[in-house]
């Protein structure tokens, strides 16, 4: 079992820059695919990006150049940060771990709560 805890969600600006969190518990952190999710009122989960035990990325097309994700394993830690946000990524956001790294949120088996972010134009 992993428990994870996200953080840093909150109201911004478009243009700025944010920091998202989320703190894994339970089971060897290291050995997990983890990956950043987000939805938005109305419309369906989407995959935002991942990253592998072995450190290697991949993003959503739309996120790609803005987006980073990364993780600290001996903080037992998944961040994502966000920069030059638009009011599009407004969403709640969500992290996942996982055996398997995909875009497909059917891959993972354990979800944190999620944190909302809110961008104004």
């Known amino acids: 079992q992993v428990q994870l805890v996200e953080s840093g969600g909150g109201l911004v600006q478009a243009g700025v820059s944010l920091r998202l969190s989320c703190a894994a518990s339970?089971?060897?952190?290291?050995?997990?695919?983890m990956g950043w999710f987000r939805q938005a009122p109305g419309k369906e989960r989407e995959f935002v990006a991942g990253?592998?035990?072995?450190?290697?990325?991949y993003y959503a097309d739309s996120v790609k150049g803005r987006f980073t994700i990364s993780r600290d394993n001996a903080k037992s830690t998944v961040y994502l940060q966000m920069n030059s946000l638009k009011p599009e990524d407004t969403a709640v956001y969500s992290c996942?771990?996982?055996?398997?790294?995909?875009?497909?949120?059917?891959?993972?088996?354990?979800w944190g709560q999620g944190t909302q972010v809110t961008v104004s134009s």
């Open positions: 996942a771990a996982g055996s398997l790294s995909s875009t497909r949120y059917t891959s993972y088996s354990y």
């Open positions: 339970g089971r060897t952190f290291s050995n997990y695919n």
């Open positions: 990253i592998r035990s072995g450190g290697s990325t």
